[in-house]
């Protein structure tokens, strides 16, 4: 009788220490609230494709085509004077045209990240704050003035064709 009640004691001190011991481990991850936070505060702005003259060889040798998209933070968007896309658009011709980030003679070595560095850092330093949290590349097209003059349909070079984070409709603001 003795063994058998051992035996129940012994099982029953099993059964709690592991259901103690399951119940502790399945206790709900921790949530990180700085990052939920910092995420929510921040807004996908999408830019509008814009379309930057390359000026060479005494006049216009062609056309660069952009469209980006930005994440940034709602708060310091809000308190901006000229709206995101507008400022964006200036910005980019300021970086494009007259900084000539992009060699149409040398397109091979365009540097996407670098692109995407001076980019974000030169309107940062226009809006002075850190609006822009990160830029996405949705496309970059050269056309040459030939192309755009000939009246057959013909393609463009596509330098770089990224992916844009999908966004809710109710996220989304600017552009056309």
Do not use: C
């Not at 004691?9 to 502790?24: C, D, E, G, M, R």
């Not at 091979?108 to 001076?118: E, I, N, Q, S």
């Not at 949290?133 to 770089?160: F, H, N, S, W």
Request: proline fraction near 5%; hydrophobic fraction near 45%.
């Amino acid at each position: 009788m003795i063994k058998l009640v051992g035996t129940g004691v012994w099982v029953l001190l099993i059964t709690l220490a592991s259901v103690y011991f399951s119940l502790k481990m399945a206790s709900a991850p921790k949530v990180d609230t700085a990052a939920a936070e910092h995420e929510a505060a921040m807004e996908f702005v999408t830019g509008y494709t814009t379309t930057i003259p390359v000026i060479g060889e005494g006049g216009v040798s062609g056309y660069f085509l952009t469209k980006l998209a930005y994440k940034a933070n709602k708060d310091l968007a809000a308190k901006q004077v000229v709206p995101l896309p507008e400022m964006i658009t200036d910005e980019l011709y300021t970086l494009l045209v007259g900084k000539k980030m992009i060699d149409v003679a040398d397109a091979g070595r365009f540097d996407l990240d670098a692109f995407r560095g001076v980019v974000k850092e030169g309107l940062n330093r226009r809006f002075g704050a850190d609006v822009i949290e990160e830029v996405y590349v949705e496309q970059i097209d050269y056309l040459t003035t030939a192309a755009v003059q000939d009246p057959t349909p013909k393609r463009g070079e596509t330098l770089v064709k990224g992916e844009v984070p999908v966004v809710a409709p109710a996220e989304k603001s600017g552009g056309h």
